[in-house]
């Protein structure tokens, strides 16, 4: 059985950083992209990030690059999300998915999500 689990959300201020975690089990870890995902109230999910894992190669949204940085642990399998100069916009419930192959437009699994408040 695929599980994702996310932690490591919580509150901060603007400017403060935070470091989420997806903790990957129950399928080939290497030959999956995961990516961390977030939707804000009444809006889409977007995608934020992603990393495949057997090359490493890693892409960003462009309202995050610089100022985050998605990484990988291959023996825990599991993928971290350093979000680095918050800001209120980027409040939101965060999910980890994951795809087989490269990194998607959608995703084939998701966790439950972990959530992330801004303060101004």
């Known amino acids: 059985e695929v599980q994702l689990v996310e932690s490591g959300g919580g509150l901060v201020q603007t400017g403060g950083s935070l470091r989420l975690s997806c903790a990957a089990s129950g399928f080939a870890f290497r030959d999956y992209a995961i990516g961390w995902l977030r939707q804000a109230p009444g809006k889409e999910r977007e995608g934020v990030s992603c990393i495949h894992i057997r090359d490493g190669h890693t892409y960003y949204a462009d309202s995050v690059k610089g100022r985050f940085t998605i990484s990988k642990d291959d023996t825990k399998q599991t993928v971290y999300l350093q979000m680095n100069s918050l800001r209120p916009e980027d409040t939101a419930v965060y999910y980890c998915?994951?795809?087989?192959?490269?990194?998607?437009?959608?995703?084939?699994?998701y966790g439950q999500g972990t959530q992330v408040i801004v303060s101004s």
């Open positions: 998915g994951a795809e087989p192959g490269a990194c998607p437009d959608a995703y084939d699994y």
